[in-house]
């Protein structure tokens, strides 16, 4: 097992998931099947091709069988991310063999890597296409159609699909993503993401502020702010040459209304500033969670990593947001098994961990990526069933740390957004509390998006179990 524990906003390991249109009674001359793997920004990705190609009268069908086009959007983040994506092309090329129109494209970040080799390799794809490069998918697919292979996976420095407004596709109505950036400048020695999302850059706040607010109007009551990097946002208005930061976004989209919950992904440790911290404190309805991925509790292995800071540096972070925040939930990402990994910085990760006791996290043994920085310097030399077992022994002492984090919430009541109906109890609602974490409840006479306050008596691993307090 990889991960330990999965949430909506970050997943690499989320997957396959299609796409089915929430709301249209337009006609469409054909019809798309996408399913989407990786990060919540590949799945915010799909919903921007979603718009695309509905202005072409090219519509969203949650059924295999009925598309004209398939298209998978994809992840390169471990090498086991991409052996997946290939099995399931080897199923869709068993249908183009019964179904010869039929048209298949590879999206994202697989598409950005392997480019047009591809084409070569995985026989019967028609289309390759980069993330930067969907504003063409409809010309690629027209092209495909005469019998050419077609790809465009040139990167960009300026695309932020800010004027695209996405189409919410397999929603619940109430929780919706924004992405406020692209790409990442950050070199970490491990990630590939440098490679198939290239340079960052920041989305207009006015086309972000547009976004939330039709999604506010629309019944949405909360939204997650993605980027790779996002305290690295910055955006200049040429207006009047004033600066947005990224704090400056957060209380934008904060008053736009009290009853608009606002969460964000993925904070870097060296860019979160104080600065963001007031402004969390600041607004009721900015969420109290960080994801702060540390990757290594080890200084020798962070600066192998190109992280830019050292494990104590890290851990003074942690102390400032405790103290700005006292009850902020935190969660991690972690790589086990990294390049020259001893016993001993192993040890240093697991005793980082005991002293964050992250409410969630993330862990992965280390999967070498072709073109990486790690790849070209250094030799990818921990066995593995080494860098496994590392990993098992983290989820273990992570599992302790959850439930943890779990049990000191009995007896206290907390402010619930509704999502959903209970996936066990149809005469339950789930939802969460302000630090992410999944609330479990009897309905009483209250609807989907509704705040309520929970009175928690009791916990699993990953669920509070409470009743409405009226
Ligand atoms: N931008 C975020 C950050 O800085 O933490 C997340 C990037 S990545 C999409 C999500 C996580 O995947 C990383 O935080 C890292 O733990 C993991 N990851 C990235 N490359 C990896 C690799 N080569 N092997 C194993 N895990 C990896
Ligand atoms: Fe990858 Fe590092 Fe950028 Fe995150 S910050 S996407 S881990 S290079
Ligand atoms: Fe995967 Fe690309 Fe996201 S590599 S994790 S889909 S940015």
Not at 118 to 138: N, S
Not at 268 to 290: A, G, Q, S, W
Not at 427 to 443: A, H, I, L, S, T
């Amino acid at each position: 097992m990889e991960t330990l524990l999965a949430d909506k906003t970050h997943d690499e390991e989320r997957q396959g998931e299609a796409f089915a249109p929430s709301i249209t009674n337009e006609i469409f001359d054909k019809h798309f099947y996408i399913e989407s793997y990786g990060c919540a920004m590949n799945f915010a990705d799909s919903e921007v091709v979603a718009s695309i190609l509905h202005k072409e009268k090219i519509g969203a069908t949650p059924v295999l069988e009925n598309a004209d086009v398939i298209l998978i959007n994809t992840c390169s983040i471990r090498e086991k991310a991409e052996e997946r994506i290939r099995k399931r092309l080897t199923e869709f090329k068993q249908l183009k063999k019964e179904k010869p129109h039929l048209i298949i494209g590879i999206l994202g970040c697989m598409a950005e890597r392997l480019k047009a080799n591809l084409l070569e390799e995985e026989k019967l794809v028609d289309i390759v296409v980069g993330p930067d490069a969907y504003r063409t998918l409809p010309d690629l697919i027209l092209e495909a159609e005469t019998g050419q292979k077609a790809v465009n996976v040139l990167l960009s420095r300026d695309e932020t699909y800010a004027d695209i407004s996405p189409i919410r596709l397999n929603s619940n109505g109430i929780n919706a993503f924004v992405s406020i950036m692209r790409g990442c400048n950050n070199m970490c020695s491990f990630c590939v993401v440098p490679f198939t999302r290239g340079r960052e850059r920041s989305r207009s706040a006015f086309s972000i502020i547009a976004e939330c607010e039709a999604l506010f109007r629309d019944g949405y009551r909360e939204i997650t702010l993605l980027g790779q990097n996002v305290d690295s946002y910055h955006w200049i208005n040429n207006e009047d040459n004033s600066v947005v930061s990224f704090a400056d976004l957060l209380e934008k989209v904060a008053l736009i209304s009290p009853l608009l919950r606002v969460r964000f992904s993925t904070s870097h440790p060296k860019d979160i500033t104080d600065d963001v911290l007031f402004t969390m404190k600041r607004h009721e309805n900015i969420c109290n969670y960080i994801h702060l991925p540390v990757q290594s509790g080890s200084t020798r292995m962070l600066q192998m990593m190109n992280r830019t800071y050292s494990r104590e540096w890290y851990i003074a972070k942690v102390n400032r947001i405790k103290e700005i925040l006292p009850d902020c939930g935190l969660s991690t990402d972690m790589i086990t098994g990294f390049c020259t990994e001893t016993e001993e910085d192993h040890q240093e990760s697991m005793s980082l961990m005991e002293y964050c006791k992250y409410d969630l996290a993330y862990m992965y043994f280390y999967s070498e990526r072709p073109g990486t920085l790690a790849a070209r310097r250094f030799k990818d030399d921990v066995p593995l069933d080494v860098k496994k077992r590392r990993l098992q022994e983290m989820v273990a002492l992570h599992r302790i740390h959850s439930l943890e984090s779990m049990q000191k919430e009995v007896g206290k009541t907390f402010k619930v957004l509704i999502e959903g109906l209970s996936k066990k109890n149809e005469n339950e609602f789930y939802g969460r509390n302000d630090q992410n974490k999944v609330v479990v409840f009897p309905k009483l006479h209250f609807n989907k998006g509704d705040y309520v306050f929970v009175k928690v008596h009791e916990c699993t691993a990953g669920t509070l179990i409470g009743n409405i307090i009226e």
